[in-house]
Every structure is written in structure tokens, then in C-alpha cells.
């Protein structure tokens, strides 16, 4: 079936069917749907090298890691986010582009593209604190949309974020009310964006019950299942351990559940743990009932609704900058509990 063919179906003139198609904003969401859904039932898909010459598009998104950050593509979050944009862009006839570069390659690829017309546009991944490639990105005219945000940046820029802040802080004000007061925070690297709002969510709890932070329960660095076991192992040997832990993915609280269970501690009477990120298509969290308590947030949503940004932007470079913050939700588990009764100077 070709472009004419769908058109004469819907009763639609091919040039309303090819703009629903391609995104543009003078045809009405409803027409579009009814365009998207017959070009489903239809299996119809447009000849990309026309829409290419017609348009002078690409139809391929790029994404481009540096090596510094190359263990985000066996980590089971990006993964997900992935398999998210890729529904996207197969619905929208678009390909991705992957590069893995060298950091010091990294502003030189972005360049490169825009040069080539290889892409039209990017997702940025892992914003970190006043991020340079927000600036780069806009004075080489590529349009991008960030998956997360940038603290420090003040100009305008697309992005989508899960709101990492009160995720966290909800994770520690559980722990709070189950009267726990010796909470650890196992987080990301702090210079990561969200890494930094995640702090800052985890001392607000403590704050708002006017519990002092402790530096000793306190730590950054990659979220890895071995990472987590060696900061949990640390803690837990201290004079006045923790009895509950707050993780920043799944893998951390994976490793920090090794370092109880090999102390000879029940997860979940003896030490308390929650984790951010459980809901992933490759390590589930249990099967009836969460194995962890769990700030829980699709990163494979998130990756659709990104792309789903990004080609809207691309269909319309006129339209201003878009924004879009989701929520995490509190999803018990039978990793958290009431505190252990003890001294406060009472080893586990």
C-alpha cells in the first residue's frame, strides 16, 4: 500500500496523510490519531528515501556516549530507555544512531552530525552539573531533548525528568516512619544531575525531622551491584551502623542486600532497604510481591516519551522548549519494616 492508497481509505487528501504522519501541527490530534491507527491496521509504512528527499530529514536520532560512560549500555536502565526511544522511532519510521566516542571526541561528534545531516536530532544522556553540551548543541543549531536535567544551566532547553528530589525524600520519609533513624543514602555519582537531586531529597527528610546527617552514612559512585555491597559492607561495620538503607537503582540495593544477608541479617526486619528504579523488562522485582520497597518510575516510558519529544521538536523547530517532569510512586516490598529495637550504640 502506498501513501495514495491510504489516503483514498481515510477519505483524506495525501498531503493531510503524509503531514499527520510526519507530526506537523496544523492537523488535528484527532485526525492524526485515526491517520496513525489505519496506517497500523494497514501495515503501512512510507518510503523513508522519498520522506528523506521530500523533507531533506535524515528520519534517524542520534545518541552519543562517551567512553567515560560506556557502562551505561550493559546497565539495564539505559537498556530499557532504549528499547523505549526504539518503539518510538519504528512507529514514526525513524532509525537511531549509537556512537560510543572518547570523552574528548564527544563535542566533535555532536558537530559532525549536524555537519553530515546523519541525524536530526539527539537525546542527551546523563546531564551533569552545568553540562556543556546544552550550549554546544544549541550554538550548532541540532535540536536535542534531554533525558534529565542540568543544575547550574540557566538557558532554556527541552528536556523530561522523573522528579528525583521527592522521590527521595518519599523513600526516606518511609523509612522515617517506620522509626528508623540510622538511614544511609547509597546514591550515584554526585555529579550527575540526578544524583544531585537525590541528596538534596534525602537531607530534606532528615532535615524535616530535625535528624543531623552523618557523613559516615553518606556515599556516591557507580550504581553496580558491587559498588553497593562495598559501601553497605563499610557502613555496617561501623560502631553505630545503619539500620536502613536508601539505593539509587536496583543494582545498588542488590549489592547492599549481599552485605546483610552475609552478616546473617533478614532484609527487611533487621535492616531496611529501598531501592529507586525497579520496574525493568530484564530484572524483575519479584514476581506477585516486590522483593524490594521501591520508588518506582518506567524508564522505558520515559524512553518513548522522550523520542516522542524529541521528533515533535524536529516536525516543529519554531515551537518553543518543552517540558515534562514525572513522579515516582512509593511500591511496598518486603526489603523495608519497623526499626530493630536497640541501642543506639548496640552493634547489629
Same mark, same amino acid.
Given at each position: 500500500?502506498?501513501?495514495?492508497?491510504?489516503?483514498?481509505?481515510?477519505?483524506?487528501?495525501?498531503?493531510?496523510?503524509?503531514?499527520?504522519?510526519?507530526?506537523?501541527?496544523?492537523?488535528?490530534?484527532?485526525?492524526? =490519531?485515526?491517520?496513525?491507527?489505519?496506517?497500523?491496521?494497514?501495515?503501512?509504512?512510507?518510503?523513508?528515501?522519498?520522506?528523506?528527499?521530500? *523533507?531533506?530529514?535524515?528520519?534517524?536520532?542520534?545518541?552519543?556516549?562517551?567512553?567515560?560512560?560506556?557502562?551505561?549500555?550493559?546497565?539495564?536502565?539505559?537498556?530499557?530507555?532504549?528499547? @523505549?526511544?526504539?518503539?518510538?522511532?519504528?512507529?514514526?519510521?525513524?532509525?537511531?544512531?549509537?556512537?560510543?566516542?572518547?570523552?574528548?571526541?564527544?563535542?566533535?561528534?555532536?558537530?559532525?552530525?549536524?555537519?553530515?545531516?546523519?541525524?536530526?536530532?539527539?537525546?542527551?544522556?546523563?546531564?551533569?552539573?552545568?553540562?556543556?553540551?546544552?550550549?554546544?548543541?544549541?550554538?550548532?543549531?541540532?535540536?536535542?531533548?534531554?533525558?534529565?536535567?542540568?543544575?547550574? *544551566?540557566?538557558?532554556?532547553?527541552?528536556?523530561?525528568?522523573?522528579?528525583?528530589?521527592?522521590?527521595?525524600?518519599?523513600? *526516606?520519609?518511609?523509612?522515617? $516512619?517506620?522509626?528508623?533513624?540510622?538511614?544511609?543514602?547509597?546514591? @550515584?555519582?554526585?555529579?550527575?544531575?540526578?544524583?544531585?537531586?537525590?541528596?538534596?531529597?534525602?537531607?530534606?527528610?532528615?532535615?524535616?525531622?530535625?535528624?543531623?546527617? $552523618?557523613?559516615?552514612?553518606?556515599?556516591?559512585?557507580?550504581? *553496580?551491584?558491587?559498588?553497593?555491597?562495598?559501601?553497605?559492607?563499610?557502613?555496617?561495620?561501623?560502631?553505630?551502623?545503619?539500620?536502613?538503607?536508601?539505593?539509587?537503582?536496583?543494582?545498588?540495593?542488590?549489592?547492599?542486600?549481599?552485605?546483610?544477608?552475609?552478616?546473617?541479617?533478614?532484609?527487611?526486619?533487621?535492616?531496611?532497604?529501598?531501592?529507586?528504579?525497579?520496574?525493568?523488562?530484564?530484572?524483575?522485582?519479584?514476581?506477585?510481591?516486590?522483593?524490594?520497597?521501591?520508588?518506582?518510575?518506567?524508564?522505558?516510558?520515559?524512553?518513548?516519551?522522550?523520542? =516522542?519529544?524529541?521528533?515533535?521538536?524536529?516536525?516543529?523547530?519554531?515551537? @518553543?522548549?518543552?517540558?515534562?517532569?514525572?513522579?515516582?510512586?512509593?511500591?511496598?516490598?518486603?526489603?523495608?519494616?519497623?526499626?530493630?529495637?536497640?541501642?543506639?550504640?548496640?552493634?547489629?
Amino acid at each position: 500500500m502506498n501513501l495514495k492508497d491510504l489516503a483514498q481509505k481515510l477519505g483524506l487528501s495525501p498531503t493531510t496523510v503524509s503531514r499527520a504522519l510526519n507530526g506537523y501541527p496544523e492537523v488535528n490530534e484527532a485526525t492524526r =490519531e485515526r491517520v496513525i491507527q489505519a496506517a497500523r491496521d494497514y501495515d503501512y509504512h512510507p518510503n523513508t528515501r522519498a520522506i528523506r528527499l521530500a *523533507t531533506g530529514r535524515a528520519m534517524a536520532v542520534g545518541h552519543v556516549i562517551a567512553i567515560t560512560n560506556q557502562h551505561e549500555i550493559v546497565n539495564p536502565v539505559f537498556a530499557d530507555f532504549i528499547a @523505549g526511544a526504539g518503539e518510538t522511532y519504528s512507529r514514526n519510521d525513524y532509525d537511531m544512531l549509537l556512537c560510543v566516542v572518547p570523552d574528548e571526541e564527544e563535542a566533535r561528534t555532536y558537530r559532525a552530525m549536524k555537519v553530515k545531516g546523519n541525524v536530526d536530532g539527539v537525546i542527551v544522556h546523563g546531564p551533569r552539573q552545568n553540562d556543556p553540551r546544552i550550549p554546544l548543541l544549541r550554538e550548532i543549531g541540532l535540536p536535542f531533548v534531554v533525558h534529565g536535567r542540568a543544575t547550574g *544551566t540557566a538557558e532554556p532547553y527541552s528536556w523530561l525528568d522523573v522528579n528525583n528530589r521527592r522521590a527521595i525524600q518519599q523513600a *526516606t520519609e518511609h523509612l522515617l $516512619d517506620l522509626g528508623h533513624r540510622r538511614i544511609a543514602l547509597v546514591n @550515584g555519582l554526585e555529579f550527575m544531575d540526578f544524583a544531585i537531586r537525590r541528596r538534596r531529597g534525602y537531607l530534606d527528610a532528615l532535615a524535616a525531622r530535625q535528624i543531623a546527617p $552523618d557523613p559516615a552514612l553518606m556515599t556516591s559512585g557507580e550504581m *553496580t551491584e558491587l559498588a553497593g555491597f562495598r559501601a553497605a559492607s563499610a557502613m555496617l561495620a561501623l560502631p553505630d551502623p545503619p539500620t536502613a538503607f536508601v539505593a539509587s537503582s536496583m543494582l545498588s540495593g542488590m549489592g547492599i542486600r549481599r552485605a546483610v544477608e552475609g552478616l546473617g541479617l533478614k532484609m527487611g526486619s533487621d535492616v531496611s532497604i529501598v531501592i529507586f528504579d525497579d520496574e525493568l523488562s530484564y530484572l524483575r522485582n519479584g514476581d506477585d510481591r516486590p522483593i524490594f520497597t521501591a520508588m518506582r518510575s518506567s524508564v522505558r516510558q520515559a524512553g518513548r516519551l522522550v523520542a =516522542e519529544m524529541l521528533l515533535s521538536r524536529i516536525a516543529n523547530p519554531g515551537a @518553543g522548549e518543552m517540558e515534562q517532569m514525572l513522579e515516582a510512586e512509593l511500591v511496598q516490598g518486603m526489603s523495608s519494616g519497623p526499626a530493630p529495637v536497640r541501642q543506639a550504640s548496640e552493634p547489629l
